[in-house]
């Protein structure tokens, strides 16, 4: 099936350290998600962005909707042991009406 | 809590077996998703209902079916069961099931053929 190429894959940091992910499509999209899941858990939406250059924050969480439309970031400041978790970006809009979810990163933190 | 509830939580089966998944979207939703999620496929799209009707449909395999109720519950049947089809299988809910519409998980139903 169709995805989004997300990267890293997995990211190993020390606590209070920051993290840097991003997402990226060969199509335009409208509409960008952001969620974290849990080792049993599904995944819960962080941030949902829906314009171009729009920067929204959700505590520690920031994430952007790319310039070009095909790309989105999430930055995580300050990790602490709970972030701990697998981050996906989802994407809709342009050639596919629906909701594309990206590869997932693994995020690891070392107290 | 997402507020959609997914029974049962395991379920494990021989292969050739059907299997019936539950869902219970978040109250006020209309719209009901399935995405299948294993090791190394990721969270791949099923099918999505919305009040009742199909709206789109994913990598739905021919054994595999859905449906939605008129009280908004949807259910996935998997019939003639493979090892390959041992998942986790989520289902999801929004709110008027456009595109852009954030979705919202329950926490799955792990699915273990033998």
């Known amino acids: 099936g169709q995805q989004l190429n997300q990267s890293p894959q997995s990211m190993f940091i020390q606590e209070g350290e920051d993290v840097s992910m991003n997402c990226t499509s060969s199509?335009?999209?409208?509409?960008w998600l952001w969620y974290k899941q849990e080792p049993g858990e599904g995944p819960v939406l962080l941030i949902a962005l829906y314009k171009a250059g729009e920067l929204t924050s959700n505590g520690r969480l920031t994430a952007q909707f790319g310039i070009t439309r095909k790309d989105s970031f999430l930055n995580i400041s300050a990790s602490i042991p709970s972030d701990v978790g697998i981050y996906f970006c989802?994407?809709?809009?342009?050639?596919?009406?629906?909701?594309?979810f990206g590869t997932g990163t693994l995020l690891a933190v070392q107290p | 809590d997402s507020g959609v509830t997914q029974t049962p939580k395991h379920l494990i089966t021989a292969t050739g077996q059907r299997v019936t998944l539950r869902c219970s979207p978040r109250s006020g939703d209309l719209s009901v998703y399935w995405y299948q999620q294993s090791l190394d496929q990721g969270l791949q799209f099923l099918i999505q209902y919305y009040n009742g009707e199909e709206r789109a449909k994913g990598n739905i395999l021919e054994r595999f079916s859905a449906q939605q109720f008129p009280d908004l519950h949807s259910e996935l049947n998997l019939s003639s069961l493979e090892l390959g089809d041992s998942a986790l299988y989520f289902c999801?809910?929004?709110?008027?099931?456009?595109?852009?519409?954030?979705?919202?998980f329950g926490n799955g139903t792990r699915l273990t053929v033998t």
């Open positions: 999801a809910s929004s709110a008027i099931g456009q595109s852009n519409s954030p979705l919202h």
């Open positions: 199509s335009i999209f409208n509409t």
């Open positions: 989802a994407g809709s809009g342009g050639a596919t009406n629906k909701l594309i």
